[in-house]
């Protein structure tokens, strides 16, 4: 292959990619206004309701500096340990701040 033929190629390959940009974004924004899932001609774009993020129940816990009985008591304990931050945060009382929130997005599988 010469390097005129090559240098076409890599030029059609942007050109499609660019367009396939473009389309994407279009059908993003049509399935958020629509606000469900749609799958047409083997090509689904996921619609993903607005949500918020799990709450950093760790960080609010460790932030309260619970004792180490605690933690053990909300802990399980196999090949790792897991700790139960939520309920570290409720046997403390805690008010812990809610998580983030996360618009809707649409992801095209």
Known sequence: M???HLARLFIQYA?????????????EDAVLEI????????????YFKPSTETPD??????????TQEVIDGFSTKTETVTVKWKEVCAH?????PP??????RVVIV
């Open 2 to 4: 010469d390097e005129i």
């Open 15 to 27: 050109e499609k990619s660019n367009e396939l940009a473009f389309l994407q974004k279009e059908i």
């Open 35 to 46: 606000g469900e899932t749609r799958s047409i001609a083997g090509v689904t774009a996921k």
């Open 57 to 66: 129940y760790k960080a609010a816990a460790i932030n309260a500096k619970p």
């Open 92 to 96: 403390l009382g805690l008010d812990v």
């Open 99 to 104: 998580g983030a929130e996360k618009p809707a």
